[in-house]
């Protein structure tokens, strides 16, 4: 694999990238949703009480938005690497094709990450009540669980993106702590 390389993040990797990149924007990927299906023992939650993160399902029609990185030939291995042990929690490369905000092709084949419900951290489906709790009541090295969601709703707004999963499980969250339950970030 020569030349440079697009990674598309609709998680963590908005707001916390952790690796050197060239160039950053808005994008989206077309077919794809964001949800809270994946188990986190590693980051958000340790293994006998995993936090839940987002994954990708697919939908037809769907649009997800998010943040492109391109990084350039000579670190490109080093970066994948690297996000191959950051994700490693059940997650495996895929490649989609990147669109601009605008709408036009950013790249024919961005990198992105996808845990399917064939690993063994995927929690799948489950009611949005049923994801507050469990995030509510979760967090692991990497900070609590709560605080994953709510920034991650931050960035998206920055971005002017809509997702309603993720503004569903946020305004959940929030009202939780505002009826004096248990102090979230």
């Known amino acids: 694999m ?11 990797l908005v707001w916390r990238p952790a690796f050197a990149f060239e160039e950053r924007q808005p994008a989206y990927i077309e077919g794809w949703s964001r949800r809270f299906w994946q188990g986190s023992t590693d ?4 293994p006998d009480a995993p936090g839940r993160v987002v994954t990708l399902v697919r939908q037809p029609a769907a649009r997800c938005v998010g943040l492109a990185y ?7 291995e080093r970066i994948f690497a690297d996000l191959d042990a950051r994700e490693r929690g059940g997650y495996a490369q895929h490649r989609e094709r990147l669109h ?3 709408g036009g092709i950013l790249a024919a084949e961005g990198l992105l990450y996808v845990a399917t419900a064939d690993n063994p951290n995927y929690l799948g489906p489950a009611s949005l009540d049923a994801i507050a709790s469990q995030v509510r009541a979760s967090s692991g090295p990497s900070g609590s669980n ?6 991650l709703a931050e960035s998206l707004r920055a971005l002017d993106a809509v ?8 305004r959940r969250l929030r009202d939780g702590r505002k009826r004096g339950g248990k102090r979230c970030a």
């Open 163 to 170: 997702d309603d999963h993720v503004f569903e499980l946020e």
């Open 43 to 46: 980051h958000r939650g340790v």
């Open 2 to 12: 020569s030349g440079e390389a697009w990674i598309f993040g609709y998680g963590s």
């Open 100 to 102: 601009r905000a605008d």
């Open 70 to 76: 391109r990084v350039e030939p000579e670190t490109r």
């Open 146 to 151: 709560v605080e994953y969601v709510l920034r």
